[in-house]
């Protein structure tokens, strides 16, 4: 089964810029679409950005857009997440998942592999 491993997180001041990285581990995503999720304490799994198999389209989230880029090297099966602009807000523990499908989407529940989770904290 596809494993996701996320990478590069931290904690950085308001303003500071951050790189997330997300590589499989057991097997390749792919063909798969791949997205950002993030979930801060006692909220619900938001959605961050999803992009397609082949970066076609790319997807973000409302609380997002204009300061995070979601972009893929299929080549490396990497998926990475450039978090610019980043705020006390964005503060949250970010997940990578995919789902078999080239297919993007917004919905959680939509994928089946997730990685276990990054911490990035913005100070303000």
């Known amino acids: 089964q596809v494993r996701l491993v996320e990478s590069g997180g931290g904690m950085v001041q308001t303003g500071d810029s951050l790189r997330l990285s997300c590589s499989p581990s057991?097997?390749?995503?792919?063909?798969?679409?791949m997205g950002w999720f993030r979930q801060a304490p006692g909220k619900e799994r938001e959605f961050v950005a999803a992009?397609?198999?082949?970066?076609?389209?790319?997807y973000y989230g409302d609380s997002v857009k204009g300061r995070f880029t979601i972009s893929r090297d299929n080549t490396v099966d990497t998926l990475y997440l450039q978090m610019n602009s980043l705020k006390p807000e964005d503060t949250a523990t970010y997940f990578c998942?995919?789902?078999?499908?080239?297919?993007?989407?917004?919905?959680?529940?939509?994928?089946?592999?997730w990685g276990q989770g990054i911490q990035v904290t913005v100070s303000s």
């Open positions: 057991g097997r390749t995503y792919r063909g798969f679409a």
């Open positions: 998942a995919a789902r078999d499908n080239w297919v993007a989407t917004m919905r959680p529940e939509t994928y089946a592999y």
């Open positions: 992009t397609t198999y082949d970066s076609g389209r790319t």
